[in-house]
């Protein structure tokens, strides 16, 4: 069963594989079709294909260094994005160094290299929820223990129970040895209940558990060395905050010390990506400033027909190191939406304007926020930047909350891409979660997918 099992899931990663070289040539066929439009010939397409081919090959080994075909997170799509977008990266770097600094030939094509991969990213990012759709009862899951019983375990146990999709099969939980272990919803889902950590050592002697997650402190150097003993049959081990990283693409906060800052935090491994960031930034919100200016004086003119007042404010936001500056907005709210202080926004809040619900819905009342990112104030991607007023109780109440102005706040971010608007505290504290992931990831894939993700937010008017 296990020969059976280890040949059809070589057969997917090879069906995997074969897709994908049939797609990045359709994607050379598109780009020299939308290039060339009529003047395009089959002939033209070979010739291209030919050089192109040496190009696939390095990029298909580039694909399964990165985790393109392990069978085991393929239902993970930010993994997929993440993956994708860097080996394209990668590749792209490796494409110009084929063509460019080694001339042999007569083609430089500098416009279908990247029309290529965008055609590519394209078809891919279609094509693989099908093929998951399709074969997702036969993919390989995770086995996957817990040892130690507190709120955050259990809450993992129930999240895996319920979300199949992870990749994940929550086989058995355990206690520390010490505890009175109690987990009858578990145990409902034909979860195995120990009490004993050791009682978990028939299962993995018969290779019914690959993966083992350790709670936060409650764990012993003699468990440890227990366990340190199976090394030799490839389980994975995990401490929970990093699985739960791994799993949910966010950190829990409560479950962190300040070690775990000191290890996982180092700003200065990050000074070339900023300075990059910082040139796309000056760059590209310059260009986008101009090209939305029209926009802007539309909806600017909108805002006064219907409500009196200024159609642009600002307001005083905390940024980077804790810095303040003024954010512009264009107006959403009734003037003076503030007479009896300052409040967290809500949803379907009263003081909205008709215009100012489609601004926000479309996130348009953004854009004069690249005036900020000119000024070097905020990014394109970021925690986004809060009121000094709202954040002095959250530093109390949120764990690590002034981590997040560790690097400079963003017009769009991890946070707000992947949970609605916040209006509290608990809120605040989720958000962060996913802020401080995108503090410890940050990359130009990650920011690429993020971008994406929001353009897709305002395509649907699915904006706060």
Not at 155 to 174: C, P, T
Not at 231 to 260: C, D, G, Q, R
Not at 307 to 334: A, E
Not at 366 to 380: A, D, K, T, V, Y
């Amino acid at each position: 069963m296990k020969d059976t099992s280890m040949y059809r899931n070589l057969s997917y990663q090879i069906i995997l594989m074969l897709a994908d070289a049939v797609l990045l040539y359709a994607s050379l066929w598109l780009a020299l079709f939308l290039r060339y439009g009529e003047n395009f010939t089959s002939i033209m397409f070979l010739e291209h294909a030919r050089i192109f081919t040496a190009i696939y090959i390095l990029w298909i080994v580039i694909f399964y260094a990165n985790n393109l075909y392990n069978l085991f997170k393929i239902k993970q799509s930010l993994n997929f994005y993440l993956d994708l977008f860097r080996s394209l990266f990668i590749g792209g770097i490796i494409a110009v160094i084929i063509f460019y600094l080694l001339p042999y030939h007569d083609l430089t094509p500098k416009r279908l290299l990247v029309m290529n991969g965008v055609l590519f990213s394209i078809l891919a990012i279609i094509w693989r929820p099908f093929f998951i759709k399709l074969v997702s009862d036969q993919l390989p899951v995770n086995k996957l223990a817990i040892i130690g019983i507190n709120n955050r375990t259990l809450e993992l146990g129930r999240q895996l129970l319920d979300k199949s999709h992870l990749g994940y099969q929550l086989v058995a939980i355990s206690g520390d040895g010490k505890q009175n272990i109690s987990a009858p919803a578990l145990a409902k889902n034909d979860v195995k209940v120990f009490s004993q950590p050791n009682e978990l050592i028939n299962l993995i002697k018969t290779r019914e558990i690959d993966t083992i997650v350790f709670a936060n402190g409650l764990i012993g150097n003699q468990l440890m060395h227990n366990f340190f003993k199976y090394l030799h049959m490839s389980i994975k081990f995990y401490n929970l905050p990093e699985f739960y990283e791994e799993l949910n693409y966010k950190i829990p906060v409560t479950e962190l010390n300040h070690a775990w800052f000191l290890n996982n935090i180092n700003e200065s491994d990050k000074k070339v990506f900023d300075s990059i960031k910082r040139f796309v930034d000056a760059v590209f919100s310059l260009v986008l400033f101009i090209i939305l200016l029209p926009i802007v004086a539309i909806c600017a003119l909108l805002i006064i027909i219907e409500t009196p007042g200024d159609c642009i404010y600002t307001q005083t936001r905390v940024g980077k190191n804790n810095h303040k500056f003024k954010v512009y907005k264009l107006r959403t709210m009734v003037q003076n939406a503030e007479a009896n202080g300052p409040q967290w926004s809500q949803k379907n809040d009263p003081r909205v304007t008709k215009v100012g619900s489609f601004l926000r819905r479309s996130r348009i009342d953004e854009i004069p926020q690249l005036i900020n990112i000119m000024r070097g104030e905020m990014s394109f991607v970021g925690p986004r930047p809060e009121r000094p007023e709202l954040i002095e109780p959250l530093i109390n109440e949120v764990p690590f909350y002034q981590t997040r102005h560790l690097i400079k706040p963003g017009l769009t971010g991890w946070a707000q891409v992947n949970f609605p608007y916040g209006s509290s505290i608990k809120d605040a504290l989720e958000k962060l979660q996913y802020d401080l992931y995108y503090i410890k990831h940050r990359s130009m894939s990650l920011d690429l997918t993020i971008m994406l993700r929001t353009i897709i937010i305002i395509l649907k008017l699915k904006g706060r």
